[in-house]
């Protein structure tokens, strides 16, 4: 029989070792290093006693990684190795969080899903989860100059940003993250990128000053600086205009996401 438990700190080579297997097959390939999985979880406020993994005669075969901000706790992953599929493990984890969360104070419950997993959507909203929005992720290889000694550093406003970052693109996330990003500034805009992975959690030109190539320029110099495509993730679909923005500049959609979110 099964045995459910909350996470502990110590269990994270396991946690790595069982997430590489959950996920090798994903329809999005997801092969983390050890310092990659850590960095990732870093950025989205991991809490282990908040998560929950599967075992079976001691191997753990499942899992729900989750963060918590305040509130609100958010699934950061949930994996389960082939072997163990079909089986009502995931249906299983929303059970016992669900009650768990609750004792940790959480009122909310977070996560993203992608959309043409009909069957994870499903799951999650038998479990009370409802849409909120729509998320479309982006690829973007340039063909700008990168930086030179007039190029300014950048400050973060989140005041400039048209809509709510995900989880994963909040300022509170850049802020927790160990590996080294940039802030790339012009006047009247910014962007962050993490120069090892390509990542650019956050873009935004101030209203005044859209519509003058200041975006346009911040997201060649991106590129320029990173020397590979940009990963630009969980962009707001109700935002038209970042669609459009993005899709003159060159860049490609890529995967689309629900965000979903259940009261606790």
Known sequence: MSEFRALRADDFDTVHATFLEAFSDYVVPFALTREQLTEMLTRRAYRPAASVGVFDEGRLVAFTLN???????YDTGTGVVPSHRRRGLGGAMLDFLLSALREQGCTRYQLEVIASNTAAVELYRSHGFEETRGLQCWSFTGGGEGETAG???GTIHDEWCDAAPS???TTASIHRARDRYVIL???GGYAVLFPATGDLPQLAVQ?????RGVGTRLLQRAAAVAGKPLRILNIDERDDGIATFLTAAGASRTVRQFEMLRTL
């Open 67 to 73: 963060g918590v901000d305040g509130e609100t706790a």
């Open 151 to 153: 190029d300014q550093a």
């Open 167 to 169: 989880w994963q693109n």
């Open 185 to 187: 500034g012009e006047t």
């Open 207 to 211: 209203p005044e000053a859209r519509r």
